[in-house]
């Protein structure tokens, strides 16, 4: 089955800039979703289709999505902005999950 | 505005079933897939399946090994997923979720469903 992986924990400084990698099988292929997570609530979507942003969601927030790689990029980073981060994509009409990174902001 | 309200904590103990409902408003229910979520504390979000809530096609995970049903009611506006054969490892948050703007993303999520399984 199809596997999505991502870093368990990435840390980052107030003001500077975070990334988050999610590797998968020809990821590049498919469209990447990034989740935001904190504790006690609902996921909240960041990033859909690569590299869009809904509505509502800071321009600090950004993504890309070439090969086997997506990436979830915070400029200037909040400490708002600590939380779990989760991928997404699709396969075969199945939904796929990474399995998670913790963003702490130092 | 979109909601997805989710039906309260369930205790259940090994062997039962749960059965959990989500109800949408804000939008028009059979032109949306609603997908099941669920998370293990302290977990990472684990997909379950899906329904098309027009036709009521459903596509679920093989890991849960034919033990989830997901089913819907279209004059109630309500899906519903129901687990089988309760282990401990089916603790969990149980959510669902949609994509009513076309985003291929969950852009709408429920506030979540404790079930725990215990004897």
């Known amino acids: 089955s199809y596997e999505l992986i991502q870093p368990p924990s990435v840390s980052g400084s107030p003001g500077q800039t975070a990334s988050i990698t999610c590797s998968g099988d020809?990821?590049?292929?498919?469209?990447a979703s990034w989740y935001q997570q904190k504790p006690g609530q609902s996921p909240v979507l960041v990033i859909y289709?690569?590299?869009k942003r809904p509505s509502g969601i800071p321009e600090r927030f950004s993504g890309s999505n070439s090969g086997n790689t997506a990436t979830l990029t915070i400029s200037g980073t909040q400490a708002v902005d600590e939380a779990d981060y989760y991928c997404?994509?699709?396969?075969?009409?199945?939904?796929?999950f990474g399995g998670g990174t913790r963003l702490t902001v130092l | 505005q979109v909601q997805l309200v989710q039906s309260g904590a369930e205790e259940k103990k090994p062997g039962a079933s749960v059965k959990v409902s989500c109800k949408a408003s804000g939008y028009t229910f059979t032109r949306h897939a609603i997908h099941w979520v669920r998370q293990a504390p302290g977990q990472r979000l684990e997909w379950m399946g899906w329904i098309n809530t027009g036709d009521g096609n459903t596509k679920c995970s093989q890991n849960l090994q034919g033990r989830v049903t997901i089913t819907r009611d279209t004059s109630a506006n309500t899906a519903y997923m129901e687990l089988s054969s309760l282990r401990s490892e089916d603790t969990s948050m149980y959510y669902c979720t949609c994509s009513v703007a076309g985003l291929d993303a969950f852009d709408f999520w429920g506030q979540g469903t404790m079930v725990t399984v215990s004897s």
């Open positions: 020809k990821l590049g292929d498919k469209y």
């Open positions: 289709q690569d590299n």
């Open positions: 997404q994509a699709w396969d075969s009409s199945t939904v796929v």
